[in-house]
């Protein structure tokens, strides 16, 4: 008898496919899920990225970057 209960399929740790753990070795990442699945792992940072680029244009940090930024882009003009 087995210690523990080891299930026939386990989630890839990249991909989040359910992968046999006989084909474990072979497995090879789908990119459109893996990026699919990270997006996923990242969407609390992904929601909040809106909000964090928004209080950082309105700090005076912010406002200063934004000007410097645009201040170059016309220099360039
Ligand atoms: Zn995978």
């Known amino acids: 008898m087995q210690p523990f209960f080891e299930p026939p399929h386990m989630p890839c740790e990249e991909c989040g496919a ?25 969407r609390e940072e992904v929601e909040a990225f809106d909000q964090e680029l928004v209080d950082y244009l309105h700090s005076p940090q912010g406002r200063f970057d934004a000007w410097l930024a645009e201040r170059e882009r016309k220099r360039r003009c």
């Open 18 to 42: 359910s992968v046999a753990r006989e084909e474990r070795d072979e497995h090879v990442c789908d990119q459109a899920r893996r990026l699919d699945y990270v997006m996923f792992r990242l």
